[in-house]
């Protein structure tokens, strides 16, 4: 089992950058690939990052693609999301989340993950 806790949210001026971290608990962490997910008022969840455990390949979504960078530190069980130049449309609550499957593959679909943090709010103005 694998319990999670994002921090680092807040509201900043766009073209701003912001870090989200997540940390981990659990023996399985060092196994699992880890995602951010972001979700706006009156939208579904949506996928933003993915790295794999080894930390050695991750994925992005277009729209946050050379924006946005994770990475993870399984020495001290934490997922990072590094957010530069931010834009009023990235305003969402963030989750970090963790795909415990054996598939070595980097997905992309809520449903792929089992554990999900509680979120952080990120608020961009313009």
């Known amino acids: 089992q694998v319990q999670l806790g994002e921090s680092g949210g807040g509201l900043v001026q766009a073209g701003d950058s912001l870090r989200l971290s997540c940390a981990a608990s659990?023996?399985?962490?060092?196994?699992?690939?880890m995602g951010w997910f972001r979700q706006a008022p009156g939208k579904e969840r949506e996928f933003v990052a993915v790295v794999s455990w080894s930390g050695g390949r991750s994925d992005y979504a277009d729209s946050v693609l050379g924006r946005f960078t994770i990475s993870r530190n399984n020495a001290n069980n934490t997922v990072s999301l590094q957010m530069n130049n931010l834009k009023p449309e990235d305003t969402a609550v963030y989750y970090c989340a963790a795909d415990t499957s054996p598939i070595p593959l980097l997905r992309r679909g809520v449903s792929n993950y089992n554990y999900w943090g509680q979120g952080t709010q990120v608020t961009v103005s313009s």
């Open positions: 659990g023996r399985s962490f060092s196994r699992c690939n």
